[in-house]
Structures are given as structure tokens and as C-alpha cells.
């Protein structure tokens, strides 16, 4: 299966920055990467479908504009939440769509403070 | 549109015993994917075993088994001889097509080994 990274494994922000996430494939050309949220102790909720080369498709209920996504390599998406806040905090996690399936990173936790 | 919903948020299982979890699910897909991701304490998500809808045969890894009824929309997984690192959060999910499309995910399941 795929090799997934991201980058960086956790971080904290104050309220009001910006927040850069990576998603790296390496070891497979990614045209599509999936960008998921997960709440402590709940499920993956499906934030947006990024494709390489053009805009990211969001999940209803996702504002595009606070969660920009960037998909401009087969092998790099990046997800960058804006004017962070403290509701914001979560465990980001990617994956990549393979031949039969997904392949997921080991996760991004955000705190916001 | 999917849905998939497992009623079970917690289950506990003796090391070296059989536990089953249970997973229904909805669909408007003709076809479609089922699989079960398993997520250690350290978050990573690892799958366990998938299941295409167009076969009949239950799907199986190793200590890991399906009992997929597709009339009954119901995918069950089955843990044998359970060890410790099984403890873990599983989710059922579902997906279009291969699986590599968009997934839904059920609410989870942790699951306890007892020594």
C-alpha cells in the first residue's frame, strides 16, 4: 500500500493564525486525496475530496474559505486553516485513494488556544 | 447517499477468545465497498479487512472475518483468538466503486482485551 505523511504530526496555535497542514504520498502519485476531521472519542467526518491540479471538492457544512486546500503535486496536498479558533481544535488525518482503497497519514492534532 | 451505523460503542473480549462486531449499512450504490479500519491508541488508521458487495464469499485475513449479508445489509466483523494488540477503536465504513472513492464511517466500536 501507499506510504502517507504528514506534517506536522501535532501542533498549537494561538486564536486568530493560520495553521498549514501536509499531506505527503510517497511512494504513490495521489490524483486524490481526502481531507477527514475527527473529534476526541468520535468518528472521521469527510471534510473535502482534494484533486491534483484543480479545486477541492467540500463536504456540506465545510466552509471552504476557513479550510483552504492545495493539491498542486501528485505527491503534496495541503490543508491550511485560517484565522484558527479554539473550536477548531481537532485531529486532522488525509489519505490517499489508491488502487482498492485508502491509504491514511498518522494524523495531524490541532489545538487552538 | 451511505450511511453506516454500529450499535455497539464499546466491546470487551478475554485474550485468546472470539468477539464479533457489528456494522449495518445503506446504500444507494449498485456497487460499492465495505471495509473495517482499526485505530490504535496512536490514531493511525489501519485497514483490516475489506469486502467487495458483488461477491458472495466472506472475506478473510488471518484472524479477521467477515459475515457479510447483503440482504440484511449487515457486515460483521469477526476477531479470532483476540489478542492484546487488538485493542483498538474499529470503524465499518463504506465506499463507491473500488473503495478508493469517498468513505463513510460508522460511530466506532472500542474494543478492551482482557489478559
Known amino acids: 500500500g501507499a506510504v502517507v505523511s504528514q506534517h506536522p504530526s501535532w501542533v498549537i496555535c494561538k486564536s486568530g493564525t493560520s495553521v498549514k497542514i501536509e499531506c505527503r504520498s510517497l511512494?504513490?502519485?495521489?490524483?486524490?486525496m481526502f481531507w477527514y476531521r475527527q473529534f476526541p472519542k468520535q468518528s472521521l467526518m469527510l471534510m473535502a475530496t482534494?484533486?491534483?491540479?484543480?479545486?477541492?471538492?467540500?463536504e456540506q457544512g465545510v466552509e471552504k474559505d476557513k479550510f483552504l486546500i492545495n493539491h498542486a503535486s501528485l505527491t503534496l496536498s495541503t490543508l491550511t486553516v485560517t484565522s484558527a479558533h479554539p473550536e477548531d481544535s481537532s485531529f486532522y488525518i488525509c489519505?490517499?485513494?489508491?488502487?482498492?482503497?485508502?491509504?491514511f497519514g498518522p494524523g495531524t492534532r490541532l489545538l487552538v488556544l | 447517499a451511505q450511511t453506516v451505523t454500529q450499535s455497539q460503542p464499546e466491546m470487551s473480549v478475554q485474550e485468546a477468545e472470539t468477539v464479533t462486531l457489528s456494522c449495518t449499512y445503506d446504500?444507494?450504490?449498485?456497487?460499492?465497498?465495505l471495509f473495517w479500519y482499526k485505530q490504535p491508541p496512536s490514531r493511525q488508521m489501519i485497514l483490516v479487512i475489506r469486502?467487495?458487495?458483488?461477491?458472495?464469499q466472506n472475506a478473510t485475513e488471518n484472524r479477521f472475518s467477515v459475515n457479510f449479508q447483503k440482504a440484511a445489509k449487515s457486515f460483521s466483523l469477526k476477531i479470532s483468538d483476540s489478542q492484546l494488540g487488538d485493542a483498538a477503536m474499529y470503524f465499518c465504513?463504506?465506499?463507491?466503486?473500488?473503495?478508493?472513492?469517498?468513505?463513510?464511517f460508522g460511530t466506532g466500536t472500542r474494543l478492551t482485551i482482557i489478559p
Open positions: 511512494d504513490f502519485q495521489a490524483t486524490t
Open positions: 469486502q467487495e458487495a458483488y461477491k458472495q
Open positions: 489519505s490517499v485513494s489508491g488502487r482498492e482503497t485508502q491509504y
Open positions: 482534494s484533486n491534483e491540479g484543480s479545486k477541492a471538492t467540500y
Open positions: 465504513a463504506s465506499g463507491p466503486n473500488f473503495g478508493n472513492e469517498k468513505l463513510t
Open positions: 446504500t444507494s450504490e449498485s456497487d460499492y465497498y
